[in-house]
């Protein structure tokens, strides 16, 4: 069990509706990525939050958008979904924001937009 | 821009026999980690070891050992005395400094390779 918390595991949803992945990183840690894994892009880097603050951005889409919240969980929300949306979400969380801190990852939450 | 490429998409091992996963980068940072990372078929991705551009020594963890040849621009992962447990996908990955604003990149992924290991 790596500590990070991601929920729902799965969510199956209809084209251009609207959706939400909750994240709660391993306690002390205070850096919480995003990531999407699908068959043709790999592990692609969505964004990251350092302590309630966007860090870095990866190739997170328009239609996507994330917060990290004071207690330190973070959401990722996704609209105006695409069936090409279709993926695992995984979050991750590490202890500093370097980047060269181990990076524990969540179980994921499986999307299907239909 | 950082890259990571995984050169083997799949291998077959023998139960016991140790196992060597290709991993090779190429980066402009000066500071940089390594990790690797496994993915059963269940989903989730554990991670396994980290080597810091700078350590001296190769990291080891258990049964998991990291032939890191920085020249090279290498990352090797080395398990021993393989077990069933093990198959899975493995993914080599890195990160590194970002020069504006101080904060730090996602990791880098690779492909990954699907180790299969037979009895």
């Known amino acids: 069990d790596s500590g990070v918390t991601q929920t729902p595991k799965h969510l199956i949803t209809a084209t251009g509706q609207r959706v939400t992945l909750r994240c709660s990183p391993r306690?002390?840690?205070?850096?919480v990525y995003w990531y999407q894994q699908s068959l043709d892009q790999g592990l692609q880097f969505l964004i990251q939050?350092?302590?309630?603050?966007?860090?870095a951005k990866g190739n997170i889409l328009e239609r996507f958008s994330a917060q990290q919240f004071p207690d330190l969980h973070s959401e990722l929300n996704l609209s105006s979904l695409e069936l090409g949306d279709s993926a695992l979400y995984f979050c991750?969380?590490?202890?500093?924001?370097?980047?060269?801190?181990?990076?524990?990852f969540g179980n994921g939450t499986r999307l299907t937009v239909t | 821009a950082q890259k990571i490429t995984q050169t083997q998409p799949g291998m077959f091992v023998q139960e016991k026999e140790a196992v060597t996963l290709d991993c090779t980068y190429d980066?402009?940072?000066?500071?940089?980690?390594l990790f690797w990372y496994k993915q059963p078929s269940s989903g989730e991705m554990i991670f396994l070891i980290y080597?810091?551009?700078?350590?001296?020594q190769n990291a080891t963890e258990g049964r998991y050992s990291l032939n890191f040849q920085k020249a090279r621009k290498s990352a090797n992962l080395v398990i021993s005395a393989s077990q069933l447990g093990d198959s899975a996908m493995y993914f080599c990955?890195?990160?590194?400094?970002?020069?504006?604003?101080?904060?730090?990149?996602?990791?880098?992924f690779g492909k990954g390779t699907h180790l299969i290991i037979q009895p």
């Open positions: 990955a890195m990160s590194g400094l970002m020069y504006s604003g101080g904060g730090a990149d996602g990791l880098t």
């Open positions: 939050y350092y302590n309630g603050e966007e860090r």
């Open positions: 306690s002390g840690d205070l850096s």
């Open positions: 080597q810091g551009s700078y350590d001296q």
């Open positions: 980066t402009s940072d000066p500071s940089y980690g």
């Open positions: 991750a969380s590490s202890v500093g924001d370097r980047g060269i801190s181990p990076l524990h």
